[in-house]
């Protein structure tokens, strides 16, 4: 599966953007869904997830973000609302089978084994 991640950019405090990932060669609509950040120096987090049944957000994220498909063109968003500061990392979205643990585990890197490239997000006045 390659998967494509766009959208990424400039964004002022409290701005909005939205971000798409796309396949190419393979379905989305029966695999889990992630979408990762990281920022400089820190891990890699999960903070939002998609599958065919549900969606599952991080508490510094809920509220804010809205991960949503796109069935007819095989893609995955994150629609991003108030952005901080504290957003700006590279963005990543991953793609995964859908297992009997994935509920508990959305959030670990361990639950995906396909990867975007990733996009940058900067969120500055």
């Known amino acids: 599966v390659q998967l494509q991640a766009s959208g990424g950019g400039l964004v002022q405090p409290g701005g909005s953007l939205r971000l798409s990932c796309a396949a190419y060669?393979?379905?989305?609509?029966?695999?889990?869904i992630g979408w990762f950040r990281q920022a400089p120096g820190k891990e890699r987090e999960g903070i939002s997830c998609?599958?065919?049944?549900?969606?599952y957000y991080a508490d510094s994220v809920k509220g804010r973000f809205t991960i949503s498909r796109d069935k007819a063109k095989n893609a995955v968003y994150l629609q991003m609302n108030s952005l901080k500061p504290e957003d700006t990392a590279v963005y990543y979205c991953?793609?995964?089978?859908?297992?009997?643990?994935?509920?508990?585990?959305?959030?670990?890197?361990?639950?995906?084994?396909?990867w975007g490239q990733g996009t940058q997000l900067t969120v500055s006045s």
């Open positions: 060669d393979s379905s989305l609509a029966n695999a889990v």
């Open positions: 991953a793609a995964g089978p859908i297992s009997s643990t994935y509920g508990s585990s959305w959030y670990s890197l361990r639950t995906y084994d396909y």
């Open positions: 998609i599958s065919p049944f549900t969606t």
